[in-house]
């Protein structure tokens, strides 16, 4: 079972934005639109922030967007603040027996 | 809201079986639009999809550890189960139990952290 691809950290000023990549394959991120992006802060659970590509739950700013193109899902965080320093995952329903799988994280850093 | 909470052994001989229950509150285990599932994080390291159940009892595990891992449901007490065997160095980690609804996981226990050490 092969992780998705995220980049390892990504950083930005307060008020700036940032994307965050997710790459998979054609049996997983290229496939579907079950592509699911998770916040977790140090020593916390993560907390699901979009689903379904592009869908933002409940209580979740404004400010986080998804979006997908070919084989890459996005995690795009508008007007960045201090609190949304954390790991971000991806994970993506996937044809392969796993049926389920995880992006490598990314550390966001606000500069 | 629907709350979970991981319960069972904080440390584990090697060669053992790790065990661990996931009590779910606020909803109905039995509903039939959602999958229970088990993910783990060993430390400094990322998110592992370990496997999940509905409620009727079908399960699904990750090929790496399908050899090891069983998980369980007993509806009657809206809670699920996690069984690792043989359990070495490499399976220290903090397990969460998550429900999952289109393939997102949607709620998260807090996470218990299981060591394995002699």
């Known amino acids: 079972q092969s992780a998705l691809t995220q980049p390892a950290s990504v950083s930005g000023s307060p008020g700036q934005s940032i994307t965050i990549s997710c790459t998979g394959t054609?049996?997983?991120?290229?496939?579907?639109?079950?592509v699911s992006w998770y916040q977790q802060h140090p020593g916390k659970a993560p907390r699901l922030v979009i689903s379904?590509?592009?869908n933002r739950p409940s209580g979740v700013p404004d400010r986080f967007s998804g979006s997908k193109s070919g084989n890459t899902a996005s995690l795009t965080i508008s007007g960045l603040q201090t609190e949304d320093e954390a790991d971000y995952y991806c994970?993506?329903?996937?044809?392969?027996?796993?049926?389920?799988?995880f992006g490598t994280g990314t550390k966001v850093t606000v500069l | 809201q629907v709350q979970l909470q991981e319960s069972g052994s904080g440390l584990v001989k090697p060669s053992q079986t790790l065990s661990l229950t996931c009590a779910v509150s606020?909803?109905?285990?039995?509903?039939?639009?959602?999958?229970w599932s088990w993910v783990r994080q060993p430390p400094g390291q990322g998110l592992e999809w370990i496997g999940y159940?509905?409620?009727?009892?079908?399960?699904y595990y990750n090929p790496t550890l399908q050899s090891r891992v069983t998980i369980y449901v007993d509806t009657s007490k809206d809670q699920f189960s996690l069984k690792l065997k043989s359990v070495t160095a490499a399976d220290t980690a903090v397990y969460y139990c998550?429900?999952?609804?289109?393939?997102?996981?949607?709620?998260w226990g807090q996470g218990t952290l299981v060591t394995v050490s002699s």
């Open positions: 998550a429900r999952v609804q289109l393939w997102a996981i949607d709620f």
């Open positions: 606020g909803g109905s285990i039995s509903y039939g639009g959602y999958s």
């Open positions: 159940i509905y409620h009727t009892g079908s399960a």
């Open positions: 054609s049996n997983d991120v290229g496939g579907y639109d079950y």
């Open positions: 379904e590509v592009s």
């Open positions: 994970s993506s329903f996937t044809t392969s027996s796993a049926l389920f799988v």
